[in-house]
């Protein structure tokens, strides 16, 4: 079983707002107990570290596309789980003409084409990065130096998240080469705006964290698993 795996109950008729969660144990089991009949959507969500790429039951990628799991009243379903597949990577390395030796701390974004945040990092001591777990699939880089006096940017030398190139991922390998050389300037680029289109079901990483107590024993009475 997959530990450490947050799982997200949604009503199958919003997409915005998930209604519960929960951390696979040691094992990979995972509890909802105490739901009124309805329709419901799961998603299993990979955290930070983790290079599984997310996925929603049964098998699907998204909200829209997952299985719908009808829940009478009194009934217990055992048999909501799922199999992790191995996502997919971008790496690379930022610099700039000041700093050839690489810029530390930069943050590093992942998004959809559609504009929804995929994944997140922050570039190392030698300004190289990695954003794992990631599903197959086009996605638009941005580079965002913070407070540090260089000019934030889009993959590839792009001002403009409309202007980005695209990288493709395939899960289970690497897209390596996705380099980034920031011109040397205080301020940040007005074109670095995040994206607004966002949407809870499919941006896994920036919903709440569950607290450390969101496992326990008795939630493995009905367990489904991951």
């Known amino acids: 079983g997959v530990e450490g795996l947050h799982v997200y ?7 915005g707002n998930w209604l519960d969660y929960r ?3 040691t094992q990979g089991y995972y509890y909802f107990g105490s739901l009124s009949p309805g329709a419901y959507k799961v998603a299993f969500s990979p955290i930070s570290g983790m290079d599984y790429a ?4 049964d098998g699907k990628q998204g909200f829209e596309s997952a299985d719908t799991i009808d829940l009478a009243s009194g009934e217990d379903r055992t048999d909501i789980n799922a199999f992790m597949d191995p996502g997919g990577s971008i790496s690379g390395r930022v610099t700039s003409g000041s700093m050839p030796e690489g810029i530390e701390g930069v943050g590093v974004t992942a998004y959809t084409p559609d504009g929804r945040y995929a994944r997140a990092c922050h570039t190392d001591a030698d300004g190289y990065y990695r954003l794992g777990g990631l599903a197959t699939g086009e996605y638009l ?8 006096p260089y000019k934030g ?9 409309r202007y980005a190139d695209r990288v493709l991922v395939t899960a289970g390998s690497e897209t390596t080469g996705i380099d980034a050389v920031l011109a040397d300037g205080a301020g940040r680029a007005s074109a670095l705006a995040a994206p607004t289109s966002r949407n809870k079901s499919t941006a ?13 024993s008795s939630q493995k009475r009905q367990p489904g698993s991951t």
Do not use: C, H, K
Not at 9 to 15: E, F, G, I, T, V
Not at 153 to 161: L, S
Not at 204 to 216: L, V
């Open 9 to 15: 109950l949604y009503r199958a008729d919003d997409s």
């Open 23 to 25: 951390i696979s144990d």
């Open 54 to 57: 997310e996925e929603w039951y």
């Open 141 to 148: 880089v941005r580079f965002d130096p913070g407070r540090m």
């Open 153 to 161: 940017e889009w993959y590839q030398d792009r001002y403009g998240q």
């Open 204 to 216: 896994p990483s920036e919903r709440a964290a569950p607290p450390a107590n969101s496992t326990t």
